[in-house]
């Protein structure tokens, strides 16, 4: 016996602009645990006591609900970017309430211009990829060069690591996120890993 595999976003997408308005909460849903894992690598780990990411997710959810006609009717861009887009602006505009609320900043500044759990996440991913530093050091020397490396990358470079690595979105939508085209997209990435065992090599050299 077929199973019947589960309509694609596309085929939602089709739906809804078709009228089919039971397919709209699946239709957001479905993106739901991708939206926590991008907010979960955004959210300064300082604001966890005042902001809960299930709030950020509600209010795009919510957000998106209102705009989706605005969307199926222009398709500015691919559905996840798109939802995506309204998360980080949801999540952005929390971090400017805090901030004034609490007259700190929110943007304090580490090994990765990311929280502290994110950047070690991601150094601990590009760990697991990379062929240096080499094996000599132990994994916490190691990792701290990858900290410092990913320090001195420019933000561009640090930007299509997290989306690759952390948020771990397809090329079609980094090149979306990043307005750009798939092979920019490609080159980035290879330029940034590049640039990251480059620095990573300096730095080893100076251990």
């Not at 939206?35 to 979960?40: E, G, I, P, S, T």
């Not at 999540?91 to 929280?115: K, N, Q, Y």
């Not at 590009?126 to 916490?140: D, Q």
């Not at 979306?176 to 990435?189: N, P």
């Amino acid at each position: 016996m077929t199973i019947p595999l589960e309509p694609d976003t596309e085929q939602l997408l089709a739906s809804a602009a078709g009228g089919d308005n039971r397919v709209r909460g699946c239709l957001l849903e479905r993106h739901r645990t991708r939206l926590k894992r991008m907010v979960a690598v955004r959210l300064d780990r300082r604001l966890a006591a005042r902001v809960d990411p299930s709030d950020v997710i509600q209010e795009t959810m919510a957000e998106a609900a209102g705009r989706l006609d605005d969307y199926l009717r222009d398709r500015p861009m691919p559905f996840y970017p798109w939802l995506r887009q309204i998360a980080l602006d949801r999540l952005g505009t929390m971090h400017r309430r805090h901030l004034r609320a609490s007259r700190r900043s929110v943007s304090r500044e580490d090994s990765a211009g990311l929280p502290d759990e994110s950047a070690f996440e991601l150094a601990e991913q590009l760990l697991a990829t990379s062929t240096g530093p080499s094996a000599r050091l132990r994994r916490e020397e190691r990792r701290g060069l990858v900290l410092s490396a990913l320090a001195l990358l420019g933000e561009r470079d640090r930007e299509v690591l997290v989306l690759r690595y952390l948020e771990q979105l397809p090329t079609a939508e980094a090149a979306a996120v990043l307005g750009v085209s798939d092979g920019a997209v490609k080159m980035r990435l290879l330029r940034a890993l590049q640039r990251l065992r480059e620095f990573l090599k300096r730095l080893e050299d100076r251990t």
